[in-house]
């Protein structure tokens, strides 16, 4: 999955970055408004980290923008201000979740993560498609309750069409979504990567749909 942190103070953004790479998040940063505005209306990401204090404007005013032109990706609030009406702003804005500086970086986890099950529709923490499941706190994977062992680029590709299943996924959705915008994956690097996921789990677990995409089943299909 791909995130957006925008924060102005760099130390507690490196910080921050180093914890959601450690969680198995993409992450770019910036540190204002206006560099966050460009990105969230001509790249992909699956939720964005706003602070409120940013150097070119409050980021609730920010957020407002993105809302009122259509921009619907899930939005976590950071703050030093602790005032209900402050946080009443964020959400009035559009925020979905909201975390009060000083805070822990296993929080801030935690809450992207429900925020992003939440978007897909899934309130449990461990999101389960037939006997696969994910625990999206820790990102282990098992198949009939035994784990399984997946690299880490492996299972940021099995998260993603977990999170969307049953709709299917295509290429270009996934090279947006799963790898780094700066070292996007050539023609056969997804193919590979679905290969040997087929190898681990069950080649009927991931569908091809010619012309369209991958679809992850629940079951296996009559006659396999």
Known sequence: MKCLLVEDDAALADELAKALKEGDWLVEVVGAGQEADFLVRTEVYDALIL???LPDGDGTRWLGAWRDDGIDLPVLILTARERWADKAAGFTAGADDYVTKPF???EVLFRLRAILR?????AHPVI???ELGLD???QHVTLAGRPVSLTAQETRLLSYLMHAAPRVVS???LAEHVYDRDHEPDSNVIDVQVSRLRRKLG???IATLRGQGYRLLAEAPDGV
Do not use: C, L, M, N
């Open 128 to 130: 389960k498609v037939g």
């Open 51 to 53: 602070d409120v204090g």
């Open 171 to 173: 290429r270009s959705e």
């Open 203 to 205: 080649a009927w677990r």
């Open 136 to 138: 999206t706190h820790t």
């Open 104 to 106: 822990e970086a296993a």
């Open 118 to 122: 939440r978007t897909h529709g899934h």
